[in-house]
């Protein structure tokens, strides 16, 4: 028989983060730092608005673009929290989650053959997702010592003739890095000059705990080379809602929405309707789920130098990115012998590409009396692990 599958896509390797969580589930009394999703409720109000959209029958679809007053309501909020703006009607597209959003830009956006620049470690999905749109991932390997901040020197070496889109996905997933506005600065006139376009991720941008997050939409003459990426899924607590936008030039939306069209229709409807009440209203629960996230990542920080595990100070989203190379083994090994000895799950740094070798993700969306149990029982592990190469 013919084989029935698409060679690009049986050589794509599953998602590297989900390997543990099947182990923990079978594990009582077990631990897990291991997902990205925050441990608050979705705010009373925005629920609510969504239990009122239900009980008035808002059961249709919406405008394939998404619902007029959720876009009204998105480019107003871009306005106060990060002075960008763009036309609701025609520079914005809500999607099923921000990870809809990178798929249908890079689709839109490249040919065969084009050249994507991915900063690793990232999020599991920038390298899938430009296969499946037939472009080629370079990866650029971030460095410990810059804090894991991709520099514009670094940027530069790996452009060549076929470079066409560049993501930067700051603040990160895994490792929590920023980027400041110089750095910013510095990225885009490489950018300008090489005349490529910015697939910006931001979906932490509210989740930064030094100073507010700036976009590189809002550099001058980045704003037309930007395809910002933004959900409600970290920020107002709202994963399983499945509901993000983008942001970007008309003609590059046009497009997307093209893709879009045919194989979604459109966002679901009664998510559209709460996010209204929460990007309208919810600009206080937001701030209070970001300072309880700061007190939890100082939290961590006090807690491996007290173990002396090195680890940078992260300023965004909510992972911890701490070293376990004195411990002469691979990621996978100290996270998978972790779990077994003392049932916590964290996350091998090589789930979000190779240069994560020799790191764990650790994220602190989880209850601070969660964190103490399960930091004591790494400081645990970790000590029994000295001890052993002591020899004592």
Request: with cysteine; charged share 25%.
């Amino acid at each position: 028989m013919r084989n029935p599958l698409n060679s690009r896509i049986v050589d794509i390797e599953p998602s590297g983060i989900r390997k543990f969580f099947d182990i923990v589930s079978e594990m009582t009394d077990a631990i897990s730092l291991g997902v990205g999703e925050p441990d608050f409720d979705t705010p009373w109000r925005v629920r609510d608005e969504a239990i009122y959209s239900l009980e008035q029958g808002r059961t249709f679809y919406t405008s394939n673009a998404g619902l007029k007053e959720l876009k009204v309501e998105i480019a107003k909020y871009l306005v106060r929290r990060f002075e960008l703006e763009y036309d609701p009607y025609e520079e914005m597209l809500i999607t099923v989650g921000g990870s809809e959003a990178i798929d249908i830009a890079l689709r839109a956006m490249l040919e065969p053959g084009d050249e994507v620049l991915i900063p690793q470690p990232s999020f599991v999905c920038y390298v899938p997702c430009t296969i499946m749109a037939n472009g080629t991932p370079v990866t650029i390997d971030l460095k410990e010592e810059n804090d894991f901040r991709l520099t514009a020197k670094e940027l530069e070496e790996h452009i060549t003739d076929k470079t066409k889109v560049i993501i930067l996905p700051f603040p990160n997933n895994p490792t929590g890095a920023v980027l400041e506005k110089e750095e910013l600065e510095a990225i885009a006139k490489v950018v300008i000059d090489h005349d490529l376009f910015v697939l910006s991720d931001e979906i932490y941008s509210e989740l930064t705990y030094l100073d507010k997050h700036v976009s590189i939409a809002s550099i001058p003459g980045m704003r037309e080379r930007t395809v910002l990426i933004n959900g409600f899924s970290k920020s107002h607590a709202m994963t399983g809602w499945r509901l993000g936008y983008a942001c970007a030039p008309k003609i590059i939306i046009e497009q997307m929405l093209k893709i879009h069209q045919y194989a979604i229709m459109c966002a679901p409807t009664t998510s559209q309707y709460a996010a209204v009440t929460a990007i309208r209203d919810c600009d206080r629960e937001v701030s209070d789920m970001r300072e309880e996230y700061n007190d939890r990542r100082r939290y961590l920080m006090h807690r491996f130098k007290e173990m002396g595990v090195k680890c940078f100070e992260p300023f965004g989203a909510f992972y911890m990115f701490p070293s376990i190379k004195e411990f002469g083994m691979t990621s996978d090994e100290f996270a998978t012998r972790l779990l077994k000895t003392k049932k916590v799950a964290v996350v091998p740094g090589t789930a979000f590409g190779a240069c994560g070798e020799g790191f764990l993700r650790i994220s602190y969306a989880y209850s601070l009396s969660n964190l103490k149990e399960a930091l004591d029982r790494i400081e645990e592990f970790i000590n029994e692990l000295r001890a052993e190469q002591s020899g004592s």
